[in-house]
């Protein structure tokens, strides 16, 4: 069963902590997402990366970046993580064409 | 701007009825849409998808339907079980991007009532 696995379900950080949050695919797949979801205001693109080393922003990049050093590993950095950084973070990657997202299992993500 | 929109935040419907979610987008450029299902503290999974060359894509109790001149497309559920209960999500893929990237709505909570 192909996957994407994120590494934790639950994380509580402390304001000013750098966090870091793992996406792993066994799929093969070039093209990988990071997503935060929010009530109200659905799933909102953060980062993406086509390729291996290769990363482009999304919609909401600040405080955020990402790192793509092996192609089936895409990890989300909050380099300084704050209040509003609480969220779910979802993982998502592709083959590319017509195919969609499998997504990961989220990472419910609380900054106190 | 929003560009995929969900104007219906929730949704209840009694069990064995239709469900209609509704979902527009002000992008003609797009080319491809999905509707993926969410359950709390779950990933989304994937329902069902069309090509902006069709007007109707079905997959046993779901179809999806599209009309572009309305920049509109609609996911229907018959008959709709308790088990759908679930936040739905429609997105479009931003192809003239030149990548695979898709933009989501805000998502749809749909109750089934038994």
């Known amino acids: 069963d192909v996957k994407v696995t994120q590494s934790s379900r639950y994380l509580v950080k402390r304001t000013g902590e750098k966090v870091f949050l793992e996406c792993v695919q066994d799929?093969?797949?070039?093209?990988m997402f990071w997503y935060r979801q929010d009530p109200g205001l659905g799933l909102r693109l953060i980062y993406f990366s086509y390729d291996v080393k290769m990363k482009e922003k999304g919609d909401i990049p600040e405080g955020y970046s990402v790192s793509r050093e092996k192609k089936e590993r895409f990890s989300l950095i909050l380099e300084s993580a704050s209040t509003n950084q609480t969220s779910m973070y979802l993982c998502?990657?592709?083959?590319?064409?017509?195919?969609?997202?499998?997504f990961g299992s989220g990472t419910r993500l609380t900054v106190v | 701007d929003q560009q995929v929109k969900q104007n219906s935040p929730s949704l209840s419907v009694q069990e064995g009825r239709i469900s209609i979610l509704n979902c527009d987008y002000t992008n003609s450029m797009f080319d491809y849409f999905l509707w993926y299902k969410k359950y709390p503290a779950e990933g989304p999974t994937f329902l069902i998808s069309i090509s902006s060359i069709k007007d109707k894509n079905e997959d046993g109790r779901f179809t999806v339907f599209l009309n572009k001149s309305a920049k509109h497309l609609s996911l229907h559920i018959v008959p709709s079980q308790p088990g759908d209960s679930a936040v739905y999500f429609c997105?479009?893929?931003?192809?003239?991007?030149?990548?695979?990237?898709?933009?989501f709505g805000t998502g749809t909570r749909l109750k089934v009532l038994a």
């Open positions: 997105a479009a893929r931003d192809s003239p991007s030149g990548t695979y990237k898709y933009i």
């Open positions: 799929m093969d797949h070039e093209n």
């Open positions: 998502a990657s592709t083959r590319g064409g017509s195919y969609g997202y499998t």
